[in-house]
């Protein structure tokens, strides 16, 4: 069975810290791994990772795949009260999305002013 | 805003009675995907339609059951609803499946959060 597990589950720290997200993943075959946002509503897609060490990159968000030792992590530099929110990966593991994506728990940040 | 719309927003019932949530896909989009969102479960997987047909099942009971119809538009249907149901579902879309693995990520709609009393 698929597993996705995220690390911390909450974290807390003050605006303009870095933080970084862990997500580490067991599955079959793997094709893909992804990066929601979710506020108060609909998880929002941020990135999507399919080859190790390319570092996707979208202004003060940033993630990368370690497809050997089966993780990635989401860099948050210079953190707003705007990022609060739970952090979810999730992982593909049929490829061109045959099958539904398995979720980790998320991670809750909490930007603090 | 996904382009994925769902409706209703919010639906509170009893236990024992039947729900039918609606989602509309992206515009050009093939794949429906149902999700199920608790507290303790985090987002599962339960259904996905393509271009009208089922294509995977999760984790979803068989009192749960969903179509795509030739618009497009999905509907997931919960019957004989029990306390433990309720909880935020989730569609999302993607552009389509295809085989040989063509990455395709999914786009979620606002959720319908279903109250079972």
Redesign the interface.
């Known amino acids: 069975e698929d597993k996705v597990v995220q690390s911390p589950l909450s974290l807390v720290v003050h605006e303009g810290d870095t933080v970084t997200l862990n997500c580490s993943y067991e599955v079959t075959n793997f094709r893909s791994l992804l990066w929601y946002k979710q506020e108060k509503k609909a998880p929002t897609f941020l990135f999507m990772l399919t080859s190790s060490g390319i570092e996707k990159k979208s202004g003060r968000l940033s993630s990368i795949l370690d497809k050997k030792e089966l993780f990635s992590i989401l860099n948050i530099t210079a953190t707003q009260t705007g990022d609060s929110a739970v952090y979810l990966c999730a992982v593909d593991d049929s490829g061109g999305g045959a099958d539904g994506l398995t979720f980790g728990k998320g991670t809750h940040l909490i930007i603090q002013p | 805003d ?1 382009g ?1 719309t769902q409706t209703p927003k919010h639906l509170i019932t009893a236990t024992g009675q039947r729900v039918t949530l609606r989602c509309s896909p992206r515009s050009g989009d093939l ?1 429906v ?1 149902w ?1 199920q969102q608790s507290l303790d479960q ?7 339609y393509y271009n009208g047909e089922e ?2 099942k ?1 984790n979803i009971l068989e009192r749960f059951s969903a179509q795509q119809f030739p618009d497009l538009h999905s509907e997931l249907n919960l019957s004989s609803l029990e306390l433990g149901d309720s909880a935020l579902y ?1 569609c999302a879309s ?1 552009v ?16 319908t959060r279903l109250t079972v009393l």
């Not at chain 2, 985090?42 to 996905?48: C, K, S, T």
């Open positions: 996904s994925v794949s995907y999700y985090g987002l599962q997987f339960l259904i996905q294509r995977a999760g989730f993607s389509s499946v295809a085989a040989g693995g063509s990455h395709n990520e999914q786009f979620f709609g606002p959720g």
